[in-house]
């Protein structure tokens, strides 16, 4: 498969991935393998490839909004069949068994593994992934418009959530990236006024 791989930090202006050519991964029992249609870019995506993150496992291909079709599925497996359209987030996998996982706050676990960064990522022609951690993507969407949510859209949905915003309330926005642009659509939508705080 063409996969977009990263050899080496350095800053995007230099174009830092290299097109290369890697075998096609096969799934474990407990994983699918999809073919990939589309895959997002997030900020945080520049931040790896710029070295600006611990941890980075190098070489790794990069890139965490994932949207794709089921190819094959591991034999443990039961969730999802061939054809399946299914999105990646950046929560690649979670152990299970640490006292944040126990309390259903996976997203903190102590050893979660994260898509394009521990593990390799969408900027690829396929990917595998734990089939607890792949998500159902709705008719309604293209893949266009359905990878950003699986990054940003969590993340500005969440903050929503927490914010305990009413339908025609006040809403201030700290800062407007990827999140920010995607809540705030939900945020007209519920009828809120709704402010923009920017350093521009
Ligand atoms: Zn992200
Ligand atoms: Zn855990």
Redesign the pocket.
Known sequence: MKAMILKRFAPIDQNPLDLVDLPIPEPDSDEILLRIKVCGV????LHTIEGELPEVKLLIIPG??VVGVVEKVGKNTSRFKEGDRLGVA?LYSACGKCAFCRRENENLCENARFTGYHVNGGYAEYIVIPEKFAYLIPEIFSDEKAAPLL??GI?GYRALCLSEIKPGQRLGLYGFG?SAHVAIQVAVHWGCEVYVFTRS
């Open positions: 997030c900020h945080t995506d965490h909004q950046w990054c940003a993340i990827a």
